[in-house]
């Protein structure tokens, strides 16, 4: 290779790690891997370091696992914060009094804020934006 001639690769140009580990496995196979790296906080590549080698790496960062079904249920609690609040919103803009369901909405929204909190594997503490 000349002057002239460069390699182009992506990352640092002192990356150690070059080549490239591969095997071959089923579809419910993988599925399981991905499932046991997710489980662990890893990415599938950190995950199978780990295993193979018994670290994962000096930059390897760990991922909270996600709770599917926690947050899927956050997820709706939101949806209907929102709406509740688009509504108040649209009573107030019309030139509407201000009801007694707007505390109550600004309650529902911290709940949920909280819930987000536990879901992230965190103490919510006070009341989220308080």
Known sequence: M????????????????????RMRCTAGEYAQLEAAAERAGLT???????????TAGPRAARRPPVERAALAQILAQLGKCGSNLNQMARVLNSGGQET????????DFRAVCAD????LGRDPGGEPGA
């Open 116 to 119: 987000i909190m536990r879901a």
């Open 44 to 54: 599938l590549g950190a995950f199978m370091r780990q295993q193979c080698l018994g």
């Open 100 to 107: 007694a369901d707007i505390p109550a909405a600004i309650a």
């Open 2 to 21: 000349t002057d002239g001639e460069r390699i182009h690769r992506s990352g640092s140009e002192t990356r150690q790690r070059s080549l490239v580990a």
